[in-house]
Protein backbone atom coordinates (compact mmCIF):
# COMPACT_ATOMS: atom_id res chain seq x y z
CA UNK A 1 0.00 0.00 0.00
CA UNK A 2 2.50 2.63 0.46
CA UNK A 3 4.49 1.72 -3.16
CA UNK A 4 0.67 2.54 -4.53
CA UNK A 5 0.52 5.83 -2.28
CA UNK A 6 3.98 6.81 -3.09
CA UNK A 7 3.40 6.18 -7.02
CA UNK A 8 0.13 8.19 -6.92
CA UNK A 9 1.36 11.11 -4.88
CA UNK A 10 5.04 11.30 -5.43
CA UNK A 11 6.06 9.48 -8.54
CA UNK A 12 7.37 6.49 -9.93
CA UNK A 13 9.53 4.01 -8.28
CA UNK A 14 12.91 3.56 -10.02
CA UNK A 15 14.06 -0.26 -9.94
CA UNK A 16 17.26 0.50 -7.89
CA UNK A 17 14.93 2.20 -5.05
CA UNK A 18 12.66 1.21 -2.23
CA UNK A 19 10.42 3.34 -0.49
CA UNK A 20 11.52 3.80 3.18
CA UNK A 21 9.75 5.90 5.90
CA UNK A 22 10.87 8.84 8.31
CA UNK A 23 8.23 7.35 10.68
CA UNK A 24 9.64 4.17 11.05
CA UNK A 25 5.99 2.81 10.87
CA UNK A 26 6.02 0.14 7.74
CA UNK A 27 1.67 0.72 7.51
CA UNK A 28 2.44 3.99 7.14
CA UNK A 29 0.95 5.40 3.66
CA UNK A 30 1.41 9.21 3.97
CA UNK A 31 3.10 10.27 1.02
CA UNK A 32 5.38 13.02 3.35
CA UNK A 33 6.37 10.21 5.55
CA UNK A 34 8.05 8.50 2.49
CA UNK A 35 11.37 8.71 0.80
CA UNK A 36 13.25 7.20 -2.14
CA UNK A 37 16.53 5.16 -1.05
CA UNK A 38 18.13 2.16 -0.80
CA UNK A 39 17.73 -1.41 1.15
CA UNK A 40 21.22 -0.30 3.01
CA UNK A 41 20.28 3.10 3.41
CA UNK A 42 16.91 2.10 4.48
CA UNK A 43 19.23 -0.37 6.85
CA UNK A 44 21.53 2.40 7.97
CA UNK A 45 18.55 4.42 9.39
CA UNK A 46 16.61 1.45 11.23
CA UNK A 47 19.76 1.29 13.44
CA UNK A 48 20.55 4.99 13.82
CA UNK A 49 16.87 4.94 15.10
CA UNK A 50 17.23 1.60 17.29
CA UNK A 51 14.68 -0.18 15.68
CA UNK A 52 16.81 -2.35 14.31
CA UNK A 53 16.51 -6.70 14.95
CA UNK A 54 19.08 -9.22 15.20
CA UNK A 55 19.17 -12.68 16.12
CA UNK A 56 20.46 -13.75 19.31
CA UNK A 57 23.10 -16.19 19.37
CA UNK A 58 21.98 -17.75 21.91
CA UNK A 59 17.73 -17.82 20.98
CA UNK A 60 15.83 -17.81 17.69
CA UNK A 61 13.74 -15.14 19.07
CA UNK A 62 14.11 -12.25 17.31
CA UNK A 63 15.32 -9.39 20.07
CA UNK A 64 15.03 -5.42 19.46
CA UNK A 65 19.27 -3.81 19.96
Not at 36 to 53: H, P, S
Request: net charge positive; charged share 25%; proline share 3%.
Amino acid sequence: AHRLSYQYHVGEIPVDKIICHTCNNKICVNPDHMYLGTAFENAQDAIRDGVYKKRSLTSQRWIKT
